[in-house]
């Protein structure tokens, strides 16, 4: 579930963050927000990806994205229908994973499990 989610922000953040930046942040201002927080999405996208892939800090950037996503599907894809083009589908599906991670954590194959000394050998003994 992590590496899934990890992997489709890191694809999905990429083109935003090296390629459409300016782009990205001013259709953000086009739906009554601030200018700034296009840049916040582009990075929560693509950095929080990162750190869900490496399993780092896995709750508070699987907050981030399911906030960013929730937001996306309510000011983008909510009126386009469940499953119509631009529908709230896939958006829906990717914040329920970021949800889900949000109370499971990263898992025992992650940085934030081993840095909490978790998978020790000499644990227990």
């Known amino acids: 579930m992590r590496l899934t989610l990890g992997a489709i922000m890191v694809v999905h953040g990429y083109h935003k963050v090296f390629g459409g930046l300016h782009h990205h942040a001013d259709f953000v201002a ?17 950095l929080g990806g990162l750190l869900i892939l490496a399993g780092l800090f896995t709750r508070v950037a699987a907050f981030a994205i ?9 000011k983008v894809h909510l009126h386009n229908g469940l499953t119509g083009d631009h529908g709230m589908e896939f958006p829906l599906a990717v914040a329920t994973l970021a949800f889900a991670l949000i109370f499971f954590g990263a898992g025992p194959i992650a940085l ?10 000499a644990r227990g003994k």
């Open 66 to 74: 399911c906030v960013n996503l929730c937001v996306a599907i309510w």
């Open 30 to 46: 086009s739906l009554g927000f601030p200018h700034w927080l296009g840049y916040v999405s582009s990075f929560t996208e693509f």
């Open 112 to 121: 934030d499990h081993i840095l909490r000394g978790g998978g020790s050998s």
